[in-house]
C-alpha cells in the first residue's frame, strides 16, 4: 500500500518543497519511497509515498505513459494483475515496472471510464489525463483505502489522508453537520474537516476547472425479498458457490513479493481466511493474536486455531497502560475520534507486526457486514421472520439472545429509548434497523453533555434525514429484506467510517501495514448479496455459509461458537487493591484539563460533573458510560492534535 496526493490548481504556486512536506505527513503510509510529478506548467501535480509489495525493484510511482499525456499515482493492490498485463501487451502496451499499479494506467487508455469495471482489489488512484484536462479518481468498492478531496478557490486536492491535505493549506475547521453525523453514526462521505470530503466507495470522482463530478461505477445491490424467497438452489450448490467465490478471493491476496502473514483473532472470520490461506501454502503462516487482559482476552481460542491449521501463533499482548500510551497517536492517525479501545489495540498490533519485519496481513473485515455477523441483524431477523409460535416466543428469543453477549451488550444493546431522529429511517424503511436504535442511545448520552451554543445543537433529527437523501431509497433499499437494509445502511456508514478506518486502514498504515480483505472482495460480496436469508442466519446461528463452506479448515469449536465482536475491555474502577485503569485516567484528565474547553461542542463543565458522578458507578454503569468517556476524550484530542478551528 501507499499515499497519494493530486492538485488540480488555478496558477502555478504549489513549489515541490511544500508538496514534499505534505508528502512527509503520509510518509507512514510509504516509507520505502517518495517521488512527485509536476506538469509542464505546474498547474496538476501528483505526490507518492511507496511501501512496496509488488515488483520491488522498479515500481517507483508517479507512473507515467509512453505517450506522455497520461500520469498515475495508485494506493492499493490489484489482484488478476497478471493476466490483464498479458492482454494489454498483446494490444501494444508498453510496461515499465512490475507492479500491479502500472495496468490502471493502460486500462484507462483502452476503456476511458469503463476502465473501473476490469479493477480487482483494494485501490484508491488518481490519473492525470492532460488529453481532456481532468484528474481522474476512483475509490475501490468498498472504501478499503480512503480517498480524501477539497475544492478550494477554484482549485482541486486529494490526498490519502486529510492531514495532507492541511499540509497543503487547507484549513482545519470542524464540519458541525458531519460531527453530528460522527456522534450519531450517520455519517456517509463527508468528513469531520470543514469543505473536506470522502470520494464515495464504488465512485470516480472527476477533477476539471475547479470543480469536482461524483459518478457511480458498482454499488452491492440486495435483490427485492420475493427474489430471494424464490430462490431453488441446493444448499449443497449455494455452500459450494460461497466456497469457491471465497476461496479464489484468498489465492488472489497471497499474491506478493514479500511475505504475507494474518491478523487472527478468536472468531470465525479471521480464522477461516487463515485457514484457506494456509492450506494454499507450504510454509507456515505468521498469526499474530491481541492478548488482552482478563476476560475480553481470546489468545487462547486464537492459539488452538493456529496449531489446527499449522500456523505459527504470536500473541501481542496488550495491557491498560498500552492503551493509555497510544490513545493520542491512534486519534491522529485515525483523524476522527473513537469509542472503543480496539482502535488503539489494532494500532498496537500493527506496531508489531511490522517489527517482526511484515508489511502485509490478511484481516478478517468485512464477513459481518456481508454474512450478517452482528447480533443487531440477528434481533432485526428475529422481529421480522423466524417461525415463531407467539410474539411472547419471539421476545424470550431476542432476550435470550442479547443475554448471551455479555462483554458486547453495552455497546451493541445500551438500555434506552431510541432518539426520535430514528423515526425518520423508520418512515424510509418501514422499520428502523436495530444497530441505528441502538446507536441512537449512545447519541442522546452524548447530546446532553453538548454546549447550548453548540452548532447543530437544536436540531438532532438533521443526521438522520441527511442520510437518507444521500441513499437511492427505491433502488437499492424499498422491498429488501430488513436484514439487507440494515447491512446496506451499516455498509454507508458505519464500514466506512468506523470498521474499515480505525479497526483497517488508518492502524494498518500507520506502522506500514498492507491489509488485505478477502470478505470485501466484490465476487464475495456480489454472492453474498444474492444469498437467501436462512444461509445468512440459520435460527440463532449468524453467518451459517462461511461455517458450513469453510467447516475443513476451521475448529469444531469455532463451528459452534457464536459470534463475539472484536471489542477492548471497558474502563474500569479502581479497587481497594488495583490503582486506578490508566486508559481512564488519561481520558479523564484530558476531560478535565483546559485544553478541552478549546473545542466548541461539549460543555466541560456538564462533562466534568457526569464524571464526578460515576465516581462510584458500579461496573454495569461504566461499562455502559465508557464508549462516551473515550468519545469526549479523543474528541478533544482531535482538536488538539489538528488545531481545528469552528
Not at 506538469?39 to 501528483?46: I, N, Q
Not at 490478511?362 to 407467539?390: C, H, I, K, Q, V
Not at 478549546?598 to 464526578?612: E, H, N, S
Request: net charge negative; glycine share 8%; hydrophobic share 45%.
Amino acid at each position: 500500500m501507499c499515499g497519494l496526493i493530486a492538485a488540480q490548481l488555478a496558477r502555478a504556486w504549489l513549489s515541490n518543497e511544500r508538496l514534499d512536506t505534505a508528502l512527509a505527513s503520509i510518509a507512514h503510509r510509504g516509507p520505502d519511497g517518495s517521488a512527485s510529478w509536476f506538469s509542464h506548467d505546474r498547474r496538476t501535480a501528483l505526490g507518492h509515498v511507496r511501501l512496496s509489495i509488488i515488483g520491488l525493484d522498479n515500481g517507483t510511482q508517479p507512473l507515467g505513459h509512453a505517450r506522455g499525456d497520461l500520469t498515475a499515482v495508485v494506493n492499493g493492490e490489484f489482484y488478476g494483475y497478471k493476466v490483464i498485463r498479458d492482454r494489454l501487451r498483446e494490444r501494444g502496451y508498453r510496461f515499465i515496472t512490475d507492479s500491479d499499479s502500472e495496468i490502471a494506467l493502460h486500462l484507462y487508455d483502452e476503456h476511458g471510464l469503463a476502465f473501473t469495471k476490469h479493477l480487482r482489489g483494494e485501490f484508491a488512484l488518481v490519473i492525470a489525463d492532460r488529453r481532456s484536462g481532468e484528474l481522474i479518481a476512483v475509490r475501490d468498492r468498498f472504501g478499503i483505502k480512503p480517498l480524501f478531496y477539497a475544492t478550494v478557490g477554484g482549485e482541486v486536492f486529494f490526498a490519502s489522508e486529510i492531514k495532507a491535505l492541511l499540509a497543503l493549506g487547507i484549513p482545519a475547521r470542524w464540519d458541525a453537520s458531519a460531527v453530528w453525523g460522527e456522534l450519531s453514526h450517520m455519517r456517509s462521505n463527508a468528513s469531520m474537516f470543514e469543505n473536506i470530503h470522502q470520494v464515495p466507495p464504488g465512485c470516480v470522482a472527476i477533477a476539471k476547472n475547479g470543480a469536482v463530478h461524483i459518478e457511480r461505477y458498482w454499488d452491492n445491490a440486495y435483490p427485492p425479498a420475493t427474489q430471494l424467497a424464490n430462490d431453488r438452489r441446493s444448499e449443497a450448490d449455494v455452500v459450494a458457490g460461497f466456497r469457491t467465490v471465497l476461496d479464489d478471493a484468498v489465492a488472489e491476496r497471497l499474491t506478493a513479493d514479500v511475505e504475507v502473514a494474518c491478523y487472527l483473532s478468536g472468531g470465525l472470520d479471521s480464522s477461516a481466511v487463515l485457514g484457506l490461506a494456509q492450506a494454499r501454502l507450504n510454509r507456515p503462516i505468521r498469526a499474530f493474536t491481541i492478548a488482552f487482559e482478563g476476560a475480553y482476552d481470546e489468545s487462547p481460542l486464537a492459539q488452538r486455531t493456529a496449531a489446527f491449521t499449522g500456523s505459527n501463533y504470536v500473541p501481542v499482548p496488550v495491557a491498560p497502560r498500552d492503551l493509555a500510551d497510544a490513545l493520542s497517536d491512534t486519534v491522529w492517525h485515525a483523524e476522527k475520534p473513537i469509542f472503543n479501545g480496539n482502535s488503539v489495540a489494532k494500532f498496537l498490533l500493527s506496531r508489531a507486526v511490522r517489527d517482526a519485519g511484515i508489511k502485509v496481513v490478511f484481516t478478517g473485515e468485512g464477513s459481518d457486514e456481508m454474512l450478517a455477523g452482528y447480533p443487531m441483524e440477528r434481533r432485526d431477523n428475529m422481529l421480522f421472520g423466524g417461525d415463531y409460535g407467539s410474539e411472547a416466543e419471539r421476545q424470550a428469543a431476542i432476550a435470550a439472545m442479547i443475554e448471551s453477549n455479555p462483554l458486547s451488550r453495552a455497546i451493541m444493546f445500551p438500555p434506552g429509548a431510541a432518539a426520535s431522529g430514528t423515526d425518520h429511517v423508520r418512515k424510509m424503511a418501514g422499520f428502523c434497523p436495530t444497530w441505528i436504535a441502538n446507536m441512537s442511545v449512545m447519541f442522546q448520552m452524548q447530546a446532553e453533555l453538548m454546549r447550548t451554543d453548540a452548532p447543530g445543537v437544536g436540531d438532532l433529527e438533521a443526521p438522520y434525514r441527511n442520510i437518507l437523501s444521500e441513499l437511492d431509497v427505491p433502488g437499492r433499499i424499498a422491498g429488501r429484506d430488513p436484514v439487507n437494509v440494515s447491512l446496506y445502511m451499516w455498509q454507508k456508514t458505519m464500514l466506512i467510517n468506523f470498521i474499515l478506518t480505525v479497526l483497517a486502514d488508518r492502524m494498518e498504515m500507520a506502522h506500514s501495514i498492507e491489509g488485505r480483505v478477502p470478505f470485501l472482495d466484490h465476487h464475495v460480496a456480489e454472492y453474498a448479496a444474492n444469498l437467501p436469508i436462512r444461509y445468512k442466519i440459520r435460527g440463532a446461528t449468524e453467518k451459517y455459509i462461511l461455517r458450513e463452506a469453510t467447516r475443513d479448515v476451521i475448529t469444531a469449536e469455532l463451528h459452534a461458537r457464536q459470534k463475539h465482536p472484536f471489542i477492548a475491555p471497558p474502563l474500569l474502577k479502581a479497587s481497594k487493591t488495583e490503582s486506578a485503569d490508566p486508559l481512564r485516567a488519561r481520558c479523564e484528565e484530558i476531560i478535565r484539563s483546559p485544553a478541552f474547553a478549546g473545542q466548541p461542542f461539549f460543555d466541560q463543565a456538564k462533562a466534568i460533573a457526569w464524571l464526578d458522578g460515576l465516581a462510584d458507578a458500579d461496573t454495569q454503569t461504566l461499562d455502559l458510560a465508557s464508549p462516551t468517556i473515550l468519545r469526549l476524550a479523543s474528541f478533544s484530542l482531535m482538536q488538539q492534535r489538528f488545531g481545528i478551528g469552528g
